[in-house]
């Protein structure tokens, strides 16, 4: 199975913000990697999908790169809005699996 | 407009059995792999099982194999989850989702396994 290493698994951050997510994979993904935010009591929402491709009607201050093994998510400029749990995900093999999520918190 | 709607959560005994229904509207479902993903209360995601537009192609997460099985019926526009022998383990919210990206997600059925 593809181990997803997230980091960091906290984050306390302010408004205006600029905040950065990393992920690592055991093993090579190409470019199959998600990222998701959830908020308490809600489903997760996608953001990126493709490590860099912006899903529609989500805000252009979020982005992600990457490829292979490595990846990155940022948030260029925090909003209230932004404060939740964000998970990456690997869609490249089954099974399919999640990094163990990072929780944005206001500083 | 894509809805995805679980069904079918509940409190059931350790060695019981439930199963899962997810109804899909405003997308053409028998175009997309179907996913259950869930989330134990406190904790992170799990994928749990797949399945593709024409159910030829079925995949479990370790978890589940040998005692959950995904099903689909394109005509009615609905997934599903046969989960038998239940643990406690096993108590979560249970999501459908679309697609290998996960691209919309239901608002969850809560399965909560104990005596």
């Known amino acids: 199975d593809i181990q997803m290493t997230q980091s960091p698994s906290s984050l306390s951050a302010s408004v205006g913000e600029r905040v950065t997510i990393t992920c690592q994979a055991s093993?090579?993904?190409?470019?199959?990697l998600n990222w998701f935010q959830q908020k308490p009591g809600k489903a997760p929402k996608l953001l990126i999908y493709g490590a860099s491709n912006l899903e529609t009607g989500v805000p252009s201050r979020f982005s992600g790169s990457g490829s292979g093994t490595d990846f990155t998510f940022t948030i260029s400029s925090l909003q209230p809005e932004d404060f939740a749990t964000y998970y990456c995900h690997q869609y490249d093999n089954v099974p399919y699996t999640f990094g163990q999520g990072t929780k944005l918190e206001i500083k | 407009e894509v809805q995805l709607v679980e069904s079918g959560g509940g409190l059931v005994n350790p060695g019981g059995s439930l199963r899962l229904s997810c109804a899909v509207s405003?997308?053409?479902?028998?175009?997309?792999?179907m996913n259950w993903v869930r989330q134990a209360p406190g904790k992170g995601l799990e994928w749990v099982s797949s399945?593709?537009?024409?159910?030829?192609?079925?995949n479990y997460a370790d978890s589940a194999k040998g005692r959950f099985t995904i099903s689909r019926d394109n005509a009615k526009n609905s997934l599903y989850l046969q989960m038998n022998s239940l643990r406690d383990e096993d108590t979560a919210v249970y999501y459908c989702?679309?697609?290998?990206?996960?691209?919309?997600w239901g608002q969850g059925t809560l399965v909560t396994v104990s005596s």
């Open positions: 399945i593709s537009s024409d159910s030829s192609n079925i």
């Open positions: 405003g997308f053409t479902s028998s175009r997309y792999s």
């Open positions: 989702a679309r697609d290998g990206r996960l691209d919309y």
């Open positions: 093993q090579d993904i190409r470019n199959y």
